[in-house]
T-cell receptor, first 110, second 114 residues
Framework: RKEVEQDPGPFNVPEGATVAFNCTYS??????FFWYRQDCRKEPKLLMS?????NEDGRFTAQLNRASQYISLLIRDSKLSDSATYLC???????????WGAGTKLIIKP | EAQVTQNPRYLITVTGKKLTVTCSQN?????MSWYRQDPGLGLRQIYY???????DKGDVPEGYKVSRKEKRNFPLILESPSPNQTSLYFC?????????????FGPGTRLTVL
């Protein structure tokens, strides 16, 4: 089993819709969680950190479920510009390594 | 402008010919790392460095070397490249003052080994 798993997609979603995807992690000692966005052939960029109580940034909401060991990303009122691959990142506090998921591809259609 | 630069951006080489990919950051970050990205596998860490003269192996270090003689530079060296090292490589840096969450990435180096 991979340490961090994501549905590769693609998720094909009409503009304006709400879409959500999850990321599961295997190490229960994981303490820090992040969502990155990566456009085709470009470098990843931090979208948002994921806090224990959940957090929101505009149209984006991130949630953490420690009991089931997954994090989620919800995008409301999706825009064409949201089309990208979303990478889940997990860090265990015992070291300085980040473990990356393979990403979920999102395609927003007009 | 705060940035991470990598060179070259694209490289086609042949098996066994030593090469170096340079990485430089101007943000005075302590932590730098190298990743490779392959389809379906996500980003995998090759090496990382907590500071000058401090380096450590990531998940896939075989076939690679790094050095950290200066804080701003973290070159990746392939002494004898092989076709299975064909990949997209990213260098990243961050401040260790936080939780390493916001890594700043270079634009990537697309390497093909024939």
């Amino acid at each position: 089993r991979k340490e961090v798993e994501q549905d590769p997609g693609p998720f094909n979603v009409p503009e304006g819709a709400t879409v959500a995807f999850n990321c599961t992690y295997s190490n229960s000692a994981s303490q820090s969680f992040f969502w990155y966005r990566q456009d085709c052939r470009k470098e990843p960029k931090l979208l948002m950190s994921v806090y224990s109580s959940g957090n929101e940034d505009g149209r984006f909401t991130a949630q953490l479920n420690r009991a089931s060991q997954y994090i989620s990303l919800l995008i409301r009122d999706s825009k064409l510009s949201d089309s990208a691959t979303y990478l889940c990142v997990v860090k265990a506090d015992s070291n300085y390594q980040l473990i990356w998921g393979a990403g979920t591809k999102l395609i927003i259609k007009p | 402008e705060a940035q991470v630069t990598q060179n070259p951006r694209y490289l086609i080489t042949v098996t066994g010919k030593k090469l170096t990919v340079t990485c430089s950051q101007n943000m005075n970050h302590e932590y730098m790392s190298w990743y490779r990205q392959d389809p379906g596998l996500g980003l995998r860490q090759i090496y990382y460095s907590m500071n000058v003269e401090v380096t450590d192996k990531g998940d896939v270090p075989e076939g690679y070397k790094v050095s950290r003689k200066e804080k701003r530079n973290f070159p990746l060296i392939l002494e004898s490249p092989s076709p299975n090292q064909t990949s997209l490589y990213f260098c990243a840096s961050t401040s260790i003052a936080g939780v390493l969450g916001e890594q700043f990435f270079g634009p990537g180096t697309r390497l093909t080994v024939l």
